[in-house]
């Protein structure tokens, strides 16, 4: 029996298997079941893209792209109405949504009956459409303060601020002791500021001071402040009485469905499991990996009586844009935490509702199901891969083959926009052996390069002609 090794390509992205009986690779960018991308093709759809970096990055997106589309391509092909496909999946998200929206309305039952007197004292205490003008008074702690050094800053604060009580000017104080460079030379102004503007800390103590009024001493991010607030103008309250009492109620609510919902967690005890974070961010870098039933049953986040699992994550981030995923990259681990923790409460508020009998009925399911498919060959009509041009007699590969050539260079010279196919890219993955080979990528950049170093500028390029040119 023969020896089958596998070998790492660009530090174990892709594991391919050196075996006898294996498709050959070289020279092949991206394969879709048995259609290919070549470095050739490949090349030749981006030299003339001078507008787009030689970069692999670039390379990748366009394999990606290549993938989906042929998919897409070869499924209409296959199959004109994707009958066989199953979109379940795809509109599973949306069915869940209603289940939560339909058990919240039948939960959360809140008295939205506000009187107009109530209405007065909440928007005179809240102000939520006042603009204020204030001065401030900023010291910083030093890097990597001792707690010594912190009472030393906040004792400094609070000498100015008995001295602005007894009667000194505060924009004076403000010039000789604000740290803050961008206001302290004008006496500590900052101008006039709504609600949102500020963070969360001085907004509120701001905001809950009248025109003349000091601050006590308020901590942010940034240090420690004085506030003096100078004017505070608001709408009157007729004005926005009734906008005012929408929001009120809709506070109301919020706040009941916070309750509710926080009970439900508290009786389930979700806990992220060790090594999480890491899951989280591997997935997002390729939704598309093939996963064991081991692999996605595992817990991301556990909870009496269940788990949120790498799976479900999994069909999750499919349907997510790319930003998303970057999104995810980039997140720090409290980030990561919190999104665990709401999708974990999303999955109990779904069992909830579906112990409550709020199941969807099949015939909704249908007509989700049915709609998806509608706007799937819709997106297959848009980007032309719908309406293959065989000639008689000629297979079907060819002609998938060069309609995404064509619908690829329409997205590069901007004659067509990008579609992204979400959900429906993991379904079509999930059915075809899909792979992207890291090296070829490399050797796209390499030949696009040389081929545009080799060519000559064109005449808007190469700058004025010389004297000796003009002379000959």
């Not at 000789?176 to 001085?202: I, N, W």
Request: charged fraction near 25%; include cysteine.
């Amino acid at each position: 029996m023969k020896n089958c090794r596998m070998l790492s390509v660009l530090a174990g992205l892709a594991l391919l298997a050196a075996c006898g009986g294996e498709q050959p690779t070289e020279g092949v960018v991206a394969r879709a079941g048995k259609q290919d991308l070549t470095v050739d093709q490949t090349v030749q759809l981006l030299v003339d893209q001078e507008n787009l970096p030689n970069q692999v990055e670039v390379v990748r997106a366009l394999a990606d792209l290549w993938v989906d589309y042929t998919l897409l391509a070869s499924a209409v092909a296959a199959d004109s109405t994707l009958g066989s496909l199953s979109l379940e999946p795809m509109v599973r998200q949306q069915l869940e949504q209603e289940m939560i929206f339909q058990l919240m309305d039948s939960v959360i039952q809140v008295d939205t009956v506000i009187t107009d007197e109530d209405l007065r004292v909440a928007y005179e205490q809240e102000a939520p459409d006042a603009v204020i003008g204030a001065r401030h008074i900023l010291l910083s702690y030093p890097q990597q303060a001792t707690q010594a050094q912190r009472d030393s800053v906040r004792a400094t604060l609070d000498g100015i601020r008995r001295r602005v009580v007894a009667g000194e000017r505060f924009d004076a104080l403000a010039r000789q002791y604000s740290e803050d460079p961008g206001s302290a030379a004008m006496g500590g102004d900052l101008g006039t500021f709504g609600r949102g503007e500020m963070v969360k800390p001085f907004e509120d103590a701001a905001f809950a001071l009248q025109p003349g009024e000091i601050s006590d001493i308020v901590e942010t991010p940034y240090g420690l402040h004085l506030i003096k607030v100078e004017s505070k103008e608001a709408p009157g309250f007729d004005q926005v009485k009734e906008q005012f009492r929408s929001r009120a109620q809709n506070q109301r609510v919020l706040q009941a469905e916070s309750t509710y919902v926080a009970g439900i967690e508290a009786a389930s005890s979700p806990e992220v499991t060790e090594g999480a974070m890491g899951v989280v961010k591997e997935i997002a870098k390729d939704p598309s990996t093939r996963l064991t039933a081991r692999a996605a049953d595992r817990a991301l986040v556990s909870f009496q009586g269940g788990a949120f699992t790498v799976g479900e994550y999994q069909n999750l981030v499919q349907g997510q844009p790319p930003q998303f995923r970057e999104s995810v990259q980039g997140a720090t681990e409290e980030q990561i935490h919190n999104f665990l923790m709401g999708a974990a409460q999303r999955k109990l508020l779904v069992a909830e509702a579906a112990k409550a009998g709020m199941e969807p009925t099949q015939a909704r399911v249908d007509s989700l199901v049915t709609e998806a498919r509608r706007q799937i060959l819709e997106v297959a009509d848009q980007i032309g891969l719908r309406s293959l041009d065989r000639a008689p007699g000629e297979a079907v590969a060819p002609a998938v083959s060069r309609a995404v050539d064509q619908s690829l260079q329409d997205v590069l010279t901007g004659a067509a926009d990008v579609v992204p196919l979400g959900q429906l890219s993991f379904q079509l993955r999930q059915r075809t052996q899909v792979q992207i080979f890291d090296a070829a990528l490399g050797q796209v950049v390499l030949e696009v390069g040389r081929i545009r170093a080799t060519r000559s500028p064109a005449p808007a390029e190469a700058g004025p002609p010389s004297a000796d040119t003009v002379g000959n």
